[in-house]
């Protein structure tokens, strides 16, 4: 079903259709506890911790929540400046919090509405990744997916740091999105890949507008089966009150303006049930992936990767003008070229270090790319160009 299809759902979908879709929001959304209206339009629904949707997955069933992750980084600590009650402005927030905060015991969910599953094509396919992935893409000249990112592999990994400058791209076609991200790897892009992934998006078929969000994302079949986007599918275990997956981030960078960033930390818990734990802004521990839901990654990952995505649906024949990062050439450096900075692994002696076994993923520099500095690189382009017709 087409996605222009979707606008007239008295005209496309029958009554069976509009009753799954009226079934699966009834399932997707739990009974809140409090509702905050953010001023972009979402809705944030504060649910019972207990009560959220991790738990209908069915190797969860009898899951005990771990509250807080029982290993640290050396060197890790939480930054009191994104804290709430402190006066200095925060690092982070997100565009809800300006009409409300969710109290402790719950945690906060952006509300799913009918919009969103009909613009899915279907109840099925809400959260899911349109066009499955290839994580090789220069093995692949025709892959509708186009990346800059840099990759350490080489080892075992228990975990990764990084700081991620955040914008906000323009994306050409509602289908396109564009993404900066990490991805934490096991297993090959077959039926067996592994992937826990987070970072912003702006992704207008998902929410429905151009707002850059923070997504989360996991997969335990290489994007066919299993997994999904921020909270929309049974997986990813919120602890958080304070922050809420798949809603718009704030505040962003400007070209040749401030600039901003976010701080994401993740750890598997070698000292607790081996949970891959996700902490946001440097003082967020949002929540973790149980190491349930993974044949591989229950273990340790086999490459750790950061930088950005696009779909490029090449309309009319052309690149995309969807831009990546800020839209502009690594080669403009800083306040022009979006960034990734202070990275770092968690080797397989458990050790926090910056990336030694590392190399770049840039399929069309003419259209996107990458300059590594170390513990630190620029990436991004505008899409179409002269050079990238």
Known sequence: MS???NRNTNTIFGKKQKLEVQQQLKHINKPALKSIKSPDGDIIDCIDIY????????????HTIQMRPSFYPEGFSFDESNDASSNSEPKFTQLWHLNGRCPEGTIPIRRTKEEDLLRAGSPANYGRKKYLTNPNPQDDEENIHEYAAYIEDGDRYYGMMAEMNVWNPHTQERSEFSISQFWIIAGTNGVDLNSIEAGTQVSESLYGDKNTRLFLFWTADAYHNTGCYNLMCPGFVQVSHQIAAGATVSPLSTYNGPQYSVNFYVRRDINGDGNWWLTIADRFDLGYWPSALFPLLSDTAEAVKWGGEVINLRKGGQHTTTQMGSGHFAEEGP???SYFSNLNVIDGNKLLRAPWHTNTITPKPDCYNIQDYGDYF????PGRNPNCP
Do not use: M, T, V
């Not at 009560?51 to 009898?62: S, V």
């Not at 620029?378 to 382009?381: A, D, H, L």
């Open 3 to 5: 996605l222009a299809g």
């Open 51 to 62: 009560k959220q949707p991790a738990f209908d997955h069915p190797l969860l069933k009898n």
């Open 335 to 337: 306040n022009k070229a």
């Open 378 to 381: 620029y990436y991004g382009g």
